[in-house]
């Protein structure tokens, strides 16, 4: 895909539209007429007001199960502090971003300051300290997904959403760690890619409607077939994992000599990619593991064109 120049630098205020697109789009990060960044992230707290206290369990109101969850993270760990980061992202989950009653009913729980918690929400990222969409939609820019239009395609998801953020927090993310199926997305934590740019509308309808796991699944990272039977089975976002998938879906079986069978036919990455309905950019493994750890390594064994059985060489 063929991209328009960066404008001075990649993180100048504006940059060159993909040809045939709408004008330049703005950048996520502001910045000065000298190019220096406009300050937001270290704006310094008001001091004229007295220091926030911990709050006081009996009168702040806390929903039932944000309490049951904050303290089964709270019974992880030695030192109540290492609870912050996930008591944090449960409140968010809850109320959408990190406002200060969910700081506060964070506080009352853990018996942590305003201030301390804010100082980690600030920090990181994917904490969100303003309103925003109902629904976060990230779009990966880093290297791999820019080189195959990933810019494009941020500006055509911000395009699409205009006026409906109140339904989708849509924003560019430095890298999701997904580069095999670049470009991608992450969509409320389900990554999907890659993702080409006449689909983003569809992609925002089925959010919006509460579709998101029918968005593409043969292109969904937790459906991807991997060499870990049972990784990806608990995701953060609460989709059925490969494995649960497998079983449910097509009735594997796992036999005592711990191997998988499968009734959709020949499953081999070899054939993976064109199986019916497959996407061929999704298979690209040239082996599948054996049984026998000494007897993994099947592509070296064909290229020297050598039996795997044959210990005569």
Same mark, same amino acid.
């Given at each position: 895909?063929?991209?328009?120049?960066?404008?001075?630098?990649?993180?100048?205020?504006?940059?060159?539209?993909?040809?045939?697109?709408?004008? !330049? #789009?703005?950048?996520? =990060? &502001?910045?000065?007429?000298?190019?220096? *960044?406009?300050?937001? $992230?270290?704006? /310094?707290?008001?001091?004229?007001?007295?220091?926030?206290?911990?709050?006081?369990?009996?009168?702040?109101?806390?929903?039932?199960?944000?309490?049951?969850?904050?303290?089964?993270?709270l019974a992880r760990y030695p030192? !109540? #502090?290492?609870?912050? =980061? &996930?008591?944090?992202?449960?409140?968010? *989950?809850?109320?959408? $971003?990190?406002? /200060?009653?969910?700081?506060?009913?964070?506080?009352?729980?853990?018996?942590?300051?305003?201030?301390?918690?804010?100082?980690?929400?600030?920090?990181?990222?994917?904490?969100?300290?303003?309103?925003?969409?109902?629904?976060?939609?990230?779009?990966?820019?880093?290297?791999?997904?820019?080189?195959r239009g990933a810019d494009a395609?941020?500006?055509?998801?911000?395009?699409?959403?205009?006026?409906?953020?109140?339904?989708?927090?849509?924003?560019?993310?430095?890298?999701?760690?997904?580069?095999?199926?670049?470009?991608?997305?992450?969509?409320?934590?389900?990554?999907?890619?890659?993702?080409?740019?006449?689909?983003?509308?569809?992609?925002?309808?089925?959010?919006?409607?509460?579709?998101?796991?029918?968005?593409?699944?043969?292109?969904?990272?937790?459906?991807?077939?991997?060499?870990?039977?049972?990784?990806?089975?608990?995701?953060?976002?609460?989709?059925?994992?490969?494995?649960?998938?497998?079983?449910?879906?097509?009735?594997?079986?796992?036999?005592?000599?711990?191997?998988?069978?499968?009734?959709?036919?020949?499953?081999?990455?070899?054939?993976?990619?064109?199986?019916?309905?497959?996407?061929?950019?999704?298979?690209?493994?040239?082996?599948?593991?054996?049984?026998?750890?000494?007897?993994?390594?099947?592509?070296?064994?064909?290229?020297?064109?050598?039996?795997?059985?044959?210990?005569?060489?």
């Amino acid at each position: 895909m063929s991209h328009g120049p960066y404008i001075e630098t990649r993180d100048s205020p504006t940059v060159a539209p993909e040809p045939g697109a709408l004008g !330049p #789009r703005e950048k996520s =990060i &502001p910045r000065r007429p000298d190019g220096s *960044r406009v300050p937001g $992230w270290d704006t /310094p707290a008001d001091l004229t007001k007295d220091p926030a206290t911990v709050p006081d369990p009996a009168t702040t109101i806390v929903p039932d199960h944000l309490r049951i969850e904050i303290e089964g993270y709270l019974a992880r760990y030695p030192d !109540p #502090r290492s609870a912050i =980061i &996930p008591a944090l992202w449960a409140a968010q *989950r809850l109320h959408h $971003w990190c406002s /200060p009653e969910a700081v506060r009913q964070v506080g009352a729980v853990l018996q942590r300051t305003p201030a301390e918690l804010m100082a980690v929400a600030t920090f990181y990222d994917q904490f969100e300290t303003e309103p925003v969409g109902k629904s976060t939609i990230y779009v990966c820019t880093n290297i791999s997904c820019s080189l195959r239009g990933a810019d494009a395609l941020l500006h055509e998801f911000e395009r699409e959403s205009t006026g409906r953020e109140s339904e989708f927090h849509v924003r560019g993310f430095e890298c999701l760690g997904a580069c095999d199926i670049a470009p991608m997305v992450s969509i409320d934590g389900l990554f999907i890619g890659p993702i080409d740019l006449d689909e983003v509308a569809g992609i925002l309808e089925a959010v919006a409607g509460g579709r998101t796991h029918e968005i593409f699944p043969e292109r969904q990272i937790n459906h991807m077939k991997v060499a870990d039977r049972g990784a990806g089975d608990t995701p953060s976002h609460g989709a059925a994992g490969p494995s649960a998938v497998l079983a449910e879906g097509s009735g594997a079986a796992t036999s005592d000599d711990d191997t998988v069978e499968s009734t959709e036919g020949d499953a081999t990455p070899d054939k993976a990619g064109a199986s019916a309905g497959a996407d061929p950019r999704r298979y690209s493994s040239p082996t599948q593991p054996s049984s026998d750890p000494n007897k993994d390594d099947a592509t070296e064994d064909r290229a020297t064109g050598q039996d795997p059985e044959d210990d005569s060489l």
